[in-house]
């Protein structure tokens, strides 16, 4: 999955940097996460290879902000990337290294505490995805099979986000036991 597929995708309709951020603050951190500092210069690719254009609009809070469409080149880049075999380069999980390497430690109460805190990140993470799917239950009737293909698609991410928390939980529980029971 690259940042630039990701951007047009999020080009529906004209956005600023700044709402593209907000978007990835509010539901794309789930399973993508990406910094102004990446995102601004990404936009000025995608326009400087026609796949989007910039317009200015008034702003209520100060400058004239940019707003970043998708051209019919960016349209079709973005359809041959969803047409593509799955993305499913390995994901690069820091806890993982850090796991790896646990036995040049010797405190095994380290690997430990290390499991507990992981257990409370994935615990608050299922509980935040959770709190989203309970809203969109109570307020969209449609939730989750007839809901329009757009948001039924988006929908998808955050059932596979809530499994894998659950199942990130059920590894730091088992992990736990294993680790305790080498203490004992």
């Known amino acids: ?49 026609g796949l989007a254009e910039v317009h200015s609009a008034a702003s209520e809070k100060g ?40 036995g040049n430690r010797e405190d095994p109460h380290v690997a430990l505490a290390f499991f507990q805190d992981l257990l409370a990140h994935f615990s608050a993470r299922r509980k935040a995805l959770e709190a989203v799917e309970a809203n969109w239950k109570a307020n969209d009737p449609s939730y989750p099979d007839k809901l329009p293909d757009e948001p039924f698609y988006m929908q998808m991410t955050l059932d596979i986000g809530l499994n894998l928390q659950k199942t990130y939980e059920d590894w730091c529980i088992r992990s736990i036991a294993r680790i305790e029971a080498r203490l004992n």
Request: no cysteine; aromatic share 12%.
């Open 1 to 49: 999955m690259s940042l630039p597929h990701i951007l047009l995708g999020m080009m529906n309709q004209p956005v600023s940097g700044y709402d593209i951020k907000q978007e990835f603050d509010h539901s794309l951190k789930h399973f993508w996460f990406a910094e102004l500092s990446q995102i601004y210069p990404a936009l000025k690719k995608l326009v400087r290879e």
């Open 63 to 102: 400058p004239d902000k940019k707003l970043y469409s998708r051209t019919l080149k960016g349209s079709e880049a973005l359809s041959a990337w969803l047409k593509s075999e799955p993305a499913t380069a390995p994901v690069r999980h820091g806890f993982m290294g850090q796991l790896f390497f646990m």
